[in-house]
Nanobody, 119 residues
Framework: QVQLVESGGGLVQTGGSLRLACAAS????????MGWFRQAPGKERERVAS????????YYADSVKGRFTISRDNAENTVYLQMDSLKPEDTAVYYC????????????WGQGTQVTVSS
């Protein structure tokens, strides 16, 4: 199974930026889409952004549109989440996930990285 390893989380002030990265442990694997999800304490996990690997179509949650940008690097097998204009409500554990097929769901998850935005 492909392992997904996130990096780039940390503590930042309101209005600041962070860039998350998710590296896959193998070069060749089934991947229809990859996404970033987040879960704040006491809240359900929500999809923040996702990208269809072939073609690059993207999805963003309304709460992050215009502030977050998802991108991929085919050569490095890495997906990024550029987060700008961060707000305290963006504080959460951010997870990278893989959706192998268009007919399935996200079924492979990274370990998560903490993002904390101070006011």
């Amino acid at each position: 199974q492909v392992q997904l390893v996130e990096s780039g989380g940390g503590l930042v002030q309101t209005g600041g930026s962070l860039r998350l990265a998710c590296a896959a442990s193998r070069r060749t694997f089934r991947r229809y889409a990859m996404g970033w999800f987040r879960q704040a304490p006491g809240k359900e996990r929500e999809r923040v952004a996702s990208i269809i690997w072939s073609g690059g179509s993207t999805y963003y949650a309304d709460s992050v549109k215009g502030r977050f940008t998802i991108s991929r690097d085919n050569a490095e097998n890495t997906v990024y989440l550029q987060m700008d204009s961060l707000k305290p409500e963006d504080t959460a554990v951010y997870y990278c996930a893989l959706r192998p097929s268009a007919f399935g769901s996200y079924d492979n998850w990274g370990q998560g990285t903490q993002v904390t935005v101070s006011s």
